[in-house]
């Protein structure tokens, strides 16, 4: 099995919103194993980069936060994206696409397509 790598600087913002976006309110436990899920357990996330980040989210009104009560029956944040948080969502794919794209052409090899 490869070894379990960071999450990519600038991508972990858009990964918490689609999966917010795809599985509704979540707690910052079930965020973090969801996204180490969808990377086939490639990304490893740990709580210092996730706690910050839903913060700074919050923050920018891209996510909102209530307390509830998680599966395990423990008192827990559940975060949910917001309306503004949605609208980031379709900016930062367009950006990470372009970027990727644009990427994409430094790796083609020499004499491929443009």
């Not at 899920?37 to 913060?55: F, M």
């Amino acid at each position: 099995m490869p070894a379990k790598t960071e999450v990519w600087q600038g991508t972990l913002a858009l990964m918490v919103l689609r999966t917010l976006e795809t599985l509704g309110p979540l707690h910052g436990y079930g965020i973090a194993r969801r996204i180490e899920q969808t990377s086939g357990d490639l990304l490893s996330l740990n709580d210092g980069t996730l706690y910050p980040a839903l913060v700074k989210l919050e923050q920018e009104g891209a996510i909102a936060s209530e307390w509830g009560v998680s599966e395990n029956n423990r008192r827990a944040k559940f975060y949910r994206l917001t309306r503004a948080g949605r609208r980031q969502i379709e900016k930062d794919t367009r950006e990470w696409e372009r970027a990727t794209a644009i990427v994409a052409r430094f790796l083609a090899p020499a004499g491929g397509n443009p």
